[in-house]
T-cell receptor, first 115, second 110 residues
Framework: DTEVTQTPKHLVMGMTNKKSLKCEQH?????MYWYKQKAKKPPELMFV???????INESVPSRFSPECPNSSLLNLHLHALQPEDSALYLC??????????????FGPGTRLTVL | GNSVTQMEGPVTLSEEAFLTINCTYT??????LFWYVQYPGEGLQLLLK?????DKGSNKGFEATYRKETTSFHLEKGSVQVSDSAVYFC?????????FGRGTSLIVHP
């Protein structure tokens, strides 16, 4: 299984809602990532988890809260988002976070719209 | 810090034309280099990679050679198809935070 899955595929939420994005991989990867991608732009790194511990937070606002319950799952909890947070949210994984020669495997993304 | 520079798109070609998408990089140490492709409405997929100087990555007719002397990793394909229409991202990984280029949109007409 060389796949990263993400749910939901689409999400529309109001600024007062609380929702969660879910990501799953069963490749035995110990590094997992959240990215935000705006239209016609490259992915922007948000968070990195290494062996289920948060290792990088790229100064992301606290309305985004990541969680890694186990080595296969990664969640992104959303609360009080702003319309400018509307974007494609990509999850990725790689064997380890410090191996420069290993590629990342990306999920298909969650298209988030904040009204 | 690390950086990746890609040619600005869109690149518009007719089917069976030759493709080159330029990518140059700045990095300390010995990074690995990657090309990812993103089809509309999808995530990024690895297209090819090279982990050391003079390595050539290849996949699905695409090729790129890691040139340390010119700090380049240009993507080439001899004969593009309509199905190759997508956005292509050059990326490097020197430490554990990957660095992506801006992306180059490729449009192939029948």
């Amino acid at each position: 299984d060389t796949e990263v899955t993400q749910t939901p595929k689409h999400l529309v939420m109001g600024m007062t809602n609380k929702k969660s994005l879910k990501c799953e991989q069963h490749m035995g990867h110990r590094a997992m990532y959240w990215y935000k991608q705006k239209a016609k732009k490259p992915p922007e790194l948000m968070f990195v988890y290494s062996y289920e511990k948060l290792s990088i937070n790229e100064s992301v606002p606290s309305r985004f809260s990541p969680e890694c319950p186990n080595s296969s799952l990664l969640n992104l909890h959303l609360h009080a988002l702003q319309p400018e947070d509307s974007a494609l949210y990509l999850c990725a994984s790689s064997l380890r976070d410090r191996d420069s020669y290993n590629e990342q495997f990306f999920g298909p993304g969650t298209r988030l719209t904040v009204l | 810090g690390n950086s990746v520079t890609q040619m600005e798109g869109p690149v518009t070609l007719s089917e069976e034309a030759f493709l080159t998408i330029n990518c140059t990089y700045t990095a300390t140490g010995y990074p690995s280099l990657f090309w990812y492709v993103q089809y509309p409405g999808e995530g990024l997929q690895l297209l090819l990679k090279a982990t050391k100087a003079d390595d050539k990555g290849s996949n699905k007719g695409f090729e790129a050679t890691y040139r340390k002397e010119t700090t380049s990793f240009h993507l080439e394909k001899g004969s593009v198809q309509v199905s190759d229409s997508a956005v292509y991202f050059c990326a490097l990984r020197g430490s554990y935070i990957p660095t992506f280029g801006r992306g180059t949109s490729l449009i192939v007409h029948p």
